[in-house]
């Protein structure tokens, strides 16, 4: 390599701040990301934990831009990651999130009728019971209670056990290897070894499945896809193992710290006593405003392209976390403040384009009833503590870790 490429390389080390940086808030992107969306160029280098270099993408119209491109590519895209524990664990499996079209589409069409709009409501009859039995729970113990591991994880964890037909009994084994993955300082070795603890156990599940099927979407999945010779044992067991630990702790965490976000806004509160309807823009708002997935979202430029007022080479990584593009002023106005009577038409908090969360429908139901049926039962809920004494979540999710309140 030319003397003068190996010099332009290091002095691009040394000019790209560390990422992911600090935060002042912590439902808000770090200083940085603002300093770059309005500067000439939004799009700007940073380093990732092992000195790799990569493009944050700050605007909205960047963001989409790149979710939603063909010239973009989640093939080796693990590269990128903002985690050693994340990178690891991603060279562990193969995953249907981690192809382009036409693979992905492949394997994505044999599970978007699992999770259309019509085929997730059948399931609020049984959401509804999981949330009054949580909040029964909470209700008889004692005040004041930790509603995040009392009431939000546990309603999440137990909805996807019943879709999925996973014993409830396994869910504090496996979402602790499932937070491992997630953590952004976790030791790489310890994340391979929670996706290859993770995989047995769906292995197992899918044979326990085989032999004595349910009414439940492993069983289905496993006649309609294995038996079938659709897919082979290892392919459904990624896919099993990619369900079970993205479903629970993203929407535990959007309900917890989404409790927290409307007890820090009692007239917004107080509207959603008032008028049950506003639960639904209220969610899309928390979504929006959230935006709990920070750094995760990674691709590959496939070809050389202009974005942002850079030229971004082919084989470069880029980060387009929905962070970044929901709180973009350009898209939403005043976007820091948190309103749930804006207009939240177009936030990605799901994704964009084809890799989008096939279980967005799932989600927002969970919240909708969760947030309903806690407004309802819990008219005197507030917070137990001084704000200032809540501790977020170390990991990809940014969420708060325990929320004390009383009622």
Same mark, same amino acid.
């Given at each position: ?11 691009? &080390?040394?000019? %790209?701040?560390?990422?992911? =940086? ?18 000439? @160029? ?29 010239? !973009? ?16 664990? #991603? ?34 009859? %049984? ?28 309603? =999440?964890?137990?909805?996807? @056990? ?5 014993? +409830?009994?396994?869910?504090?084994? +496996?979402?602790?290897? =499932?937070?491992?993955?997630?953590? $952004?300082?976790?030791?790489?070795? #310890?994340?391979? *070894? ?9 292995? &197992?599940? /899918? ?23 659709? $897919? ?8 099993? *193992?990619?369900? $079970?630990?993205?479903?629970? #702790? ?23 006593? *008032?008028?049950?309807?506003?639960? =639904? ?8 405003? $959230? ?9 590959? %430029? ?29 898209? !939403? ?40 049926? /806690? ?9 137990? @503590? ?22």
């Amino acid at each position: 390599m030319p003397e003068s490429t190996v010099d332009a390389m290091q002095e691009s &080390r040394v000019d %790209a701040p560390p990422f992911p =940086a600090a935060r002042i808030h912590p439902f808000d992107p770090p200083p940085l990301v603002a300093e770059l969306r309005e500067s000439a @160029c939004p799009v700007g280098r940073v380093s990732l934990y092992d000195g790799t270099l990569a493009w944050l993408v700050t605007r909205y119209d960047d963001v989409r831009t790149v979710l939603g491109d063909d010239r !973009f590519s989640s093939v080796g895209a693990w590269r990128f990651q903002s985690s050693a524990s994340r990178a690891a664990a #991603e060279r562990a499996e193969t995953s249907f999130t981690a192809m382009d079209p036409p693979q992905h589409t492949h394997y994505r069409r044999m599970l978007t009728r699992h999770f259309t709009v019509r085929r997730v409501e059948e399931l609020r009859a %049984a959401i509804e019971a999981i949330v009054d039995a949580a909040l029964d729970d909470l209700l008889a113990g004692p005040r004041p209670a930790d509603v995040v591991s009392r009431l939000a994880l546990p309603i =999440a964890s137990r909805t996807m @056990c019943h879709l999925l037909g996973v014993p +409830y009994a396994d869910h504090q084994w +496996y979402e602790e290897r =499932a937070k491992v993955r997630s953590l $952004l300082d976790a030791d790489p070795a #310890e994340a391979d *070894r929670a996706t290859k603890d993770l995989l047995d156990y769906v292995e &197992r599940l /899918i044979e326990n499945k085989r032999r004595s099927p349910d009414d439940d979407l492993i069983s289905r999945l496993v006649a309609e896809l294995l038996e079938t010779n659709r $897919l082979s044992r290892a392919e459904l067991t990624a896919i099993i *193992r990619l369900l $079970l630990t993205a479903g629970h #702790e993203t929407t535990g965490t959007m309900i917890g710290t989404g409790l927290l976000v409307l007890l820090q806004h009692p007239d917004q509160l107080d509207a959603l006593r *008032r008028d049950p309807e506003l639960i =639904a823009p209220a969610v899309e708002e928390l979504l929006r405003y $959230l935006s709990i997935l920070h750094s995760s979202i990674v691709r590959v %430029a496939k070809v050389d392209v202009e974005l942002g007022g850079q030229r971004i080479r082919a084989g470069d990584g880029l980060i387009a976390a929905p962070a970044q593009a929901n709180k973009d002023p350009r898209k !939403f106005p005043d976007p820091d403040r948190f309103d749930i009577r804006r207009d939240t038409a177009g936030h990605v908090a799901f994704g964009f384009g084809v890799h989008q969360c096939i279980g967005q429908a799932i989600a927002r139901l969970e919240m909708r009833i969760a947030f309903a049926r /806690i407004l309802d039962r819990m008219p005197n809920l507030r917070l137990a @503590c001084d704000p200032t004494e809540l501790t977020y979540e170390s990991s990809n999710l940014i969420g708060v870790h325990a929320l004390p309140v009383t009622w």
